[in-house]
């Protein structure tokens, strides 16, 4: 099967962050398969050596195409067309479906189908056209030839304010059904956003979506040393929380920062925060550490490399996801894969991801920072213990592992065609 992964989404999805993470893995997962023949990765034009390390793990079976960015005249067309269908979608939404608003939203669509059928993309020599695309995010306005299987990570921005523009919420909405609607088959890591999102949000029929298990990153090795790191980060000092997340909403920095503020309180008066994903800290949260006392005990290092991350999760005393919404969490099988305990969220999609850890996860009350600090102290209080036992309930599941599930997937939408 020779599989195509779409990467180009205004930037090229590297594997530094979330959904990068996930189609790098994938398609190193992928090269390894023997039903496999090739596996093509689409990347903005100029973009060659940020994926070049996932090139390299693919022994030859993993290759590039390149896109290349629209001309300015189409870049013109494309954001009236986009303000033109924000409007109409903000319309149809107050008056109903009418026929003539539909139809024109339509004939929008099917005019910025155009607009990106003419985007130029650049192949190696001699490659056979794909047999089936996997799409690793909702946001592909490229129409493509052979089948595709669209992946649904969630739908946070209908369910949390601020997290996109609310003039483009009914946009975005109708774009995320209309490339649902569009895919053979839709792919999601939990059942949960497959029944709250991709069914209930987006209206999908329930057997058109395929839950595939995760499986820890495996890119991030066992560095032997985290000294050089705090080096680089002079302000951080042993010990301290970890919560690597880019900065929204739902990610519920302040309640953490809150929990820190309760635990210093107690017997915890050195422990500090460290957030990765995100500088110079923001001006609420710098104002909230500022009021309770934290400034030089919370700390934001911005976007870090792998290498980096990994380092940093073994020199953590525990790793803290406090999210309000989430399909999984990639930074919780990190953590304990790279030996530093963690703490989540007691929500319904991380119930589902961890309910074979049992008691050996932690879970509290995200909007209580008291909750917080409670389960976090008794990590802290366990020590290397709370990780052993984290450790022993891990999955023994590899990329390959669910690269194998995906390529099930990927035939079955490959036979849809056919059929």
Not at 52 to 74: D, M, P
Not at 262 to 272: D, F, G, P, S, V
Not at 324 to 330: A, I, K, N, P
């Amino acid at each position: 099967m020779r599989i195509g992964i779409w990467c180009g989404y205004g930037r090229t999805l590297v594997p530094t962050e979330g959904i990068g993470v996930f189609t790098h893995a994938l398609a190193r997962g992928f090269a390894k398969l023997a039903g496999v023949e090739d596996v093509q990765l689409v990347v903005h034009a100029g973009d060659e050596a940020l994926v070049a390390e996932t090139v390299g793990a693919g022994a030859g079976r993993i290759h590039l195409a390149t896109v290349h960015r629209q001309s300015w005249i189409n870049r013109w067309r494309w954001k009236l067309l986009r303000r033109q269908h924000r409007q109409l979608c903000d319309l149809i939404t107050k008056k109903g479906d009418t026929e003539s608003l539909v139809a024109q939203r339509d004939a929008i669509e099917r005019t910025i189908d155009r607009v990106f059928a003419r985007q130029r993309i650049d192949e190696p020599s001699g490659v056979r056209p794909r047999d089936v695309w996997l799409l690793p995010h909702v946001a592909v306005e490229r129409r493509l030839a052979a089948p595709s299987v669209v992946v649904v990570h969630d739908m946070v921005p209908l369910h949390f304010p601020g997290v996109i523009k609310p003039t483009d919420l009914e946009s975005f909405r109708r774009r995320s059904c209309r490339i649902v609607h569009d895919s053979a088959l839709v792919g999601t890591m939990s059942r949960t956003i497959r029944d709250v999102d991709i069914v209930g949000l987006l209206g999908c029929p329930p057997e058109k979506v395929r839950v595939v298990a995760p499986a820890a990153p495996d890119d991030l090795g066992t560095p032997a040393s985290h000294d050089d790191v705090l080096r680089a980060i002079p302000a951080v000092r042993h010990p301290f929380l970890l919560y690597p997340a880019a900065l929204r909403p739902y990610k519920n920095h302040a309640r953490l920062v809150e929990a820190l503020a309760i635990l210093r309180q107690k017997r915890r008066a050195e422990l500090q925060l460290v957030f990765t994903g995100f500088a110079p800290m923001p001006t609420e949260l710098a104002s909230l550490a500022d009021r309770l006392g934290l400034t030089s005990a919370v700390h934001a290092v911005g976007k870090v490399e792998r290498s980096v991350l990994a380092r940093l999760y073994r020199a953590a005393a525990a790793t803290v996801v406090p999210s309000l919404y989430e399909q999984g969490s990639f930074p919780v099988l990190e953590a304990i894969a790279c030996g530093c305990p963690a703490v989540v969220s007691d929500i319904p999609a991380f119930r589902e991801a961890f309910a074979t850890f049992g008691p050996v996860m932690p879970m509290f009350d995200p909007h209580s920072p008291e909750s917080i600090a409670s389960e976090v102290d008794a990590v802290l209080a366990d020590g290397a213990e709370a990780w052993q036992r984290q450790a022993a309930a891990l999955p023994k599941r590899s990329w390959e592992d669910a690269a194998k599930d995906w390529l099930d997937v990927l035939r079955e939408a490959a036979l849809s065609r056919r059929r």
